[in-house]
């Protein structure tokens, strides 16, 4: 079935530097990548979508200039956490759909980014 | 947009016994609903889905059923076990509209004491 791999999946980082999370997919090529960010005891939360080439769609009250998506290929998509603070300590995860084959209609979901800012 | 409401937000069954968890969308254009298990610190796994032309489905012990006149979608597991304890999150998604993106509802922390 369609894999989605997630990496890394955890990182401490200091308060004000910047992380980047790389979400592959290794069987099927993901034309869209939804990004989710999970605090504890949470539902997951809907950040952005990206189509591969395209801009990506930020939900409301997500900051672009912060959580910076890129989604250059159809394998590949990145979201760097930038100047990260305390506050942004979540659990980040990743989704891949295929949506022209409809691969991926159960969503298929990377294995999650446990970040931590200290 | 599409808005899901799920309850109860904790479930306590004995083993053997059937829990049941109900959810409540929105958006009339939502055309499909599938359910997640996940345990602590890992990803949501796909259980079992079904889209609205479909009025219940069953798998196993596990089984849902959807109302579309409602909009209300319920998970039903029978002979439930300890390994099933995790939390539940039902969805929501235009799987024809744009982006296709999943609404997740809150959660169901479902307990299955031995």
């Known amino acids: 079935g369609a894999v989605v791999s997630q990496h890394p999946s955890w990182v401490i980082c200091k308060s004000g530097t910047s992380v980047k999370i790389e979400c592959r997919s290794l069987d099927f090529q993901a034309t869209t990548m939804f990004w989710y960010r999970q605090f504890p005891k949470q539902s997951l939360m809907l950040m952005a979508t990206s189509n591969e080439g395209s801009k990506a769609t930020y939900e409301q009250g997500v900051e672009k200039d912060k959580f910076l998506i890129n989604h250059a290929s159809l394998t590949l998509s990145t979201l760097t956490v930038t100047s990260a603070h305390p506050e942004d300590s979540s659990f980040y995860i990743c989704?891949?759909?295929?949506?022209?084959?409809?691969?991926?209609?159960?969503?298929?979901f990377g294995s999650g980014t446990r970040l931590t800012v200290v | 947009g599409e808005n899901v409401e799920q309850h109860p937000s904790t479930l306590s069954v004995q083993e053997g016994d059937s829990a049941v968890i109900k959810c409540t969308y929105s958006d009339s254009a939502s055309n499909y609903f599938p359910w997640y298990k996940q345990e602590l610190g890992k990803r949501p796994q796909l259980i079992i889905d079904?889209?609205?032309?479909?009025g219940e489905k069953k798998d196993q012990r596990i089984a849902v059923t959807l109302n579309k006149t409602a909009k209300h979608f319920s998970l039903h597991i029978t002979e439930t076990q300890p390994e099933d304890s995790a939390v539940y999150f039902c969805a929501a998604s235009n799987s024809g509209g744009s982006n296709y993106k999943l609404t997740f509802g809150k959660g169901t922390l479902l307990t299955v004491n031995p």
């Open positions: 989704s891949a759909r295929d949506v022209r084959t409809g691969t991926g209609l159960g969503y298929t």
């Open positions: 079904i889209r609205s032309n479909v």
